[in-house]
């Protein structure tokens, strides 16, 4: 089945699900007054999914994988926040450990996305 619209890919649903579980977490309590690393870890979300729609509607192979390691990149960063944010108590432990769970699995489907672009050529 071919794929005409980003909208369409797994990771970009998946990344989009993350990036409004991460504004959910971030809208309360300390996490919500902590605006440095509240406006980041929402920037690097929004850059997960942002890249992956970009790296797509550019047309290009190699642009879309080029894309698609900038997504991964900024999971990871949305990953390293997390555990910053419960350390700090911005988030429970569990809450925490269920978001970097996503992030793992948006990772998971960057990778294996990207291999199959490098195997398609």
Known sequence: MKVS????????????????????VTNTGPFARDFGLRDQIRRAAVSVLSNIAEGFDRNSRPEFARFLTFARGSAGEVRSQLYLAAELGYVHAEEAATLIEACNEVTRILVALRKSLDRSY
Not at 13 to 24: E, I, M, P
């Open 5 to 24: 619209r980003f909208e369409e890919l797994i990771a970009w649903q998946k990344a989009k699900v993350l990036c409004v579980q991460v504004y959910r």
